[in-house]
Structure formats: C-alpha cells, structure tokens
C-alpha cells in the first residue's frame, strides 16, 4: 500500500543525498550508481584506516560511516549482509566490506572494499615483522603497543553496546545471545555449533512462536535506522545464474591457486613458500569463528610441525596484529615473515620473508572475495525469505554473544598478566588473576571510555591519544605490559 509523498520529499531526499557525497538517481536507469565511484573509494580508505578492535571495533566503524552518518545503506539490509558473513570461513567484517562494496557498485566495488579493508593492516604488519626481525622488542614500541591495546577495550565495549541495540529488540533474541555467550565462555561450544544453532532457533522461533520475534519493520520506520540516500532498488544485484556462478568459481580458484603453482614450480615442493602456501591456504577455509577459533591451531602447526617460530613469538604476532589495522587474522603474515627469513632457501633473507608475508596475505584472502562474490546473488534473492529472515536474526542475535565473548576475553589478557584455567567438568573458561592486575593499561582503558562515551571522540582521535599515554607511561619507567 503506498502513499502520496509530500509536496517536499524529493527535495529532502536530494539534500540528504548531497550531504552524504552521494548524488540523485536518474529515474530513466535503475544501472546509475547513486553514490560515485570515487567517492566510495575515499570513504573505504578513511575506513581501513580505522579498523582497529578486531571484527566487533571494525563492524561498528562501518555501522558508523556507511548507516549512520553517510547512509548508503540501511540498517536492515546492513544486518542482511553481515549475517551472511557471518556464516563464511575468514573474516566476517573483512567480508561485510567487501559485500556492501557489491551492493553500492558490483564486483568492482567488492574488491576496492575488500582490498582497501586489508592494505592498511598488510603494510603496518610487513613493517613490525621487519622491526621485530631486526631490533627486537623496545620498551617504547612496547609501551605505544599497550597504549593501543587499553583503547581497544573501550572501542569493543561501544561496539557490542551498538550492534545489541540494533539487533537485540526482542526478549527471545536477548536470550539468544546471552546463551551464545555462555556456551561459547563457559562450555567451549564451537563456533560453528552456536552459529547453526542460533539460526535453528530463530527459524523454529519464526515458524511456531513469530510473536518472539520483532516484527517486520518498514525500512524508513524510525527503529530501522536513518533512511538510506540509496533505496534498496538503486543498490546492485545480478541474478544467480549457473553461469555466473561457474566463472566467479573459476576465475577465483586460479586467482588463488596459481601464485602456489607458481612458488611450487619455482622453488620446491618442499620450500618454505610451498609449504606455507598449501598450510594456509587450508586454513582460510576452516576458520569460522573468527581469527581466536583458528589461532589455537595455526599456532600448533607453526610451532610444533613446521617450526617456523617460537611459541613465544606467536604471542607476540597476536598482539601486533590486535594492535594494528585490518582483520586480526593477520598475524598468518608475521608466521609466514619469521618462518621464511630464518629459512630462505637460496633467497636473501629478506627478500624471502616480505615474498612469503605477500604469498601468505594473498592466499589467506582470496576466499574470502571468493566466498562473498560466489554468495551475495543468492542471498539477495533470499532477502524477503521469512524462513531465512529468522534463521538470519537468530543468527545476528548469536553474533552479539560472540563478540561480548571476544571483547571478554581481550579483556583479561590486556587488563592481567596471568590468569587462572577453570576445569569443572562441562565448564571450562579463565579466569583473570586479580594479584595481576594491570594498573597502566586499566587507566588508560578508562581514558578511551570518557573519550568515546563521554566526550564522542572518534575512534582515530582517542588511538591516537591513547598510544602517547602508553609512551609516555613506558619512557616514564611505569609497567605497561
């Protein structure tokens, strides 16, 4: 049923429009991208720039830039997105980036967003590895690093507080979440199971109690988020064709297998590079759950089978990677650099470290373009399905649990030193040794939180503050880590 619109809307509509750097359809073509290319491509730069906090922090930097304030999309269709990520193998806000740069401007909008979302992160990380390589760990590069990592907290919090807000608008879908994250904290329950199960629920829920779910919402209603500047029908979709689907699979499994072809054929079966390639190429297609569900294992290969370094050093990848941008399953590139500089083959050092961080880079996110580009049509046809509609928020409301879960446990190991193993059977989780207790780190975590919450900070603005205290603590001979 429509209505006339006010005398008005279409001048409202273009202001909006104006303001968001996006311009007016033309109503003679459907095919006229709404917002211009190049200044989408500004916009996922100034956003790689600020993905920090892993997938909670860099999700909620998106919900920020691309619904709140420039509206390109809306809400409902943002969660669309993000719960299909959610169900891949790699990382979901790696992904999420790459499928709203499809819907705004097709494949080539994908890759720009998918490729810009990593290239910061990609860069930060290949510079600290060689840092690390050549100089060891400093105190005040230490000390910036914990910096970091206190305001992180901060940005997670703010992150859970907003994506629960926008999803959690049921009963049933609170307790979801709440039991996702128990099962998840307290009883070790994969991933994989929480996420199935969430989406059982919610299609049971859907079917036989639709009462316990949120009612379907019009996508202007004021608990939908602001209008979008771009309708649903001006964002890109391409129908799921047999043969479109045959020639993404093709296309992207010689995009990512050749680069191993090549470094097989080159250097050896049984070369580093070979080696890592085939390793990780493996792992970037188990690893749902984000970068945590995966790490227990890359870590027990690279140290234990391959030994490409130290279990110490692994730990201290992962917290280059927490405190960089981009996804944090970017520590696979600090493995690949320390495994290849201190086994080169015939190679220099350290042209094999960068060659192999590149090849391990490239084969880790390949799938996940892969993945999304193979995906986005069906799912777009799906999108007005009730089954999956509940499926779909069952799962969204399991994904706030997760995120509270990491944003917990990044909490214990920023805050505390050592924390304590807890084994009663069933229940299995740790907990933080509160005679190691932090006091640097804890004071600048609260620090970030006046920042943000109180003061509405950006998220660049309150890093940037944060990381000088952290320098300023450690030159000053304070314990920050």
Known sequence: MSSTPPPDAGRRRTERGEASGARAPDPSSHEQAVVPFGTAVRAWFVISLQTFGGPAGQIAVMQRTLVDEKRWIGQRRFLHALNYCTLLPGPEAQQLATYVGWLLHGTRGGLVAGGLFVLPGVVALLVLSAVYVAFGTTTAVTAVFAGLAAAVLAIVVQAVIRVAGKALDSRALVLLAVASFVALAGFGVPFPVVVALAGIA????????????????????????????????????????????????????????????????????GSVFTEQGLFFSGAAVVTFGGAYAVLAYVAQQAVSVYGWLAPGEMVRGLALAETTPGPLIMVVQFVAFLGAYRDPGSLDPWVAAVLASLLVTWVTF??????????????????????????LTGITAAVVGVIANLGVYFAVHTLFSDTLDVDGG????????????????????VVAAVLLFRLKWSVLRTLGVCAVLGLLAGVGGLPVA
């Open 366 to 391: 390949v799938p996940s373009f892969l993945f999304v580009l193979l995906g986005a049509p069906y799912m777009e046809r799906l999108r007005g399905n009730r089954s999956l509609s509940a499926a």
């Open 426 to 445: 069933l229940l299995a989780f740790e907990l933080p040794d509160v005679t190691t207790l932090r006091p640097v780190p804890l004071a600048i975590a």
């Open 202 to 269: 919610g299609w049971a829920l859907g079917r036989w109690r639709p009462s316990a779910l949120p009612r379907e919402k019009s996508a202007e209603g004021p608990d939908a988020g602001p209008p979008p500047v771009v309708s649903d029908d001006d964002l890109h979709s391409e129908a799921p064709t047999t043969r479109r689907t045959l020639t993404v699979l093709l296309v992207g499994l010689l995009v990512w297998g050749l680069p191993i072809a090549a470094v097989a054929l080159l250097t050896g079966a």
